[in-house]
């Protein structure tokens, strides 16, 4: 079946540590997104890919950094720099309709 | 700027109609969605409308538009327990990647 996958579930970083955040989808779509739930604060935008090998900023990108080497994978590393990570991260993907996104299941991060 | 405005909660009794409200200030939006989220999931797309359109209609649910108001609701009918969760509105613009999220309503249903 396809779909988009986000792994792990739940992760515990470390003061001090990068921690990367799986996104996979096999559904062959162009367009992926990260974004950062808070509770609250609905979803904020943190980065997108349009194409393979291309990205750009959203409105919170300090402290993350992404890559889009495979049109696939889309991970998220959440860096030392980022002194507030506590937050659910969500994946989605879409082929172009505007709005119309694919959701993962989410990852939950906490700091240790 | 660009912001999409609901409250954060609602409570209503199993059976009876929900109705979601959220306001939106930019006027070249182009479609508004309403995407709905359960506990520790992702969001998933219940429905959009186009902003040429003032009305849509899905089964239990129903979209109303108002464009000079800037308002959209979503109302859903019959409401059960399964409809509890967390309704985000959303809004974009023709040709243009950026979708912008209101911060959701927690609808609770109350026995």
């Known amino acids: 079946d396809g779909g988009i996958t986000q792994s792990p579930k739940y992760l515990f970083r470390k003061e001090g540590q990068n921690v990367t955040l799986s996104c996979e989808q096999n559904?062959?779509?162009?367009?992926m997104y990260w974004y950062r739930q808070d509770p609250g604060q609905g979803l904020r935008l943190i980065y997108y890919?349009?194409?393979?090998?291309?990205?750009q900023k959203g409105d919170i990108a300090e402290g993350y950094s992404v890559s889009r080497e495979k049109k696939e994978s889309f991970p998220l590393t959440v860096t030392s720099a980022q002194k507030n990570p506590t937050a659910f991260y969500l994946c989605?993907?879409?082929?172009?309709?505007?709005?119309?996104?694919?959701f993962g299941s989410g990852t939950q991060l906490s700091v240790l | 700027g660009e912001d999409v405005e609901q409250s954060l909660f609602l409570s209503v009794r199993e059976g009876d109609s929900s109705v979601i409200n959220c306001t939106y200030t930019?006027?070249?939006?182009?479609?508004l969605y309403w995407y709905k989220q359960e506990p520790g999931a992702g969001l998933q797309l219940l429905t959009y409308?186009?902003?040429?359109?003032d009305m849509k209609q899905d089964q239990r649910l129903t979209v109303l538009l108002n464009k000079k108001d800037k308002h959209l609701s979503l109302r859903i009918a019959d409401t059960q327990t399964g409809d509890s969760a967390i309704y985000f509105c959303?809004?974009?613009?023709?040709?243009?990647?950026?979708?912008?999220f209101g911060k959701g309503t927690r609808l609770h249903i109350l026995p």
């Open positions: 959303a809004e974009s613009k023709w040709r243009d990647d950026k979708i912008i």
């Open positions: 890919s349009q194409i393979v090998n291309d990205f």
């Open positions: 989605a993907s879409t082929s172009g309709g505007r709005g119309q996104l694919l």
């Open positions: 930019d006027s070249s939006s182009t479609y």
């Open positions: 409308i186009f902003s040429n359109m």
């Open positions: 559904l062959n779509h162009d367009a």
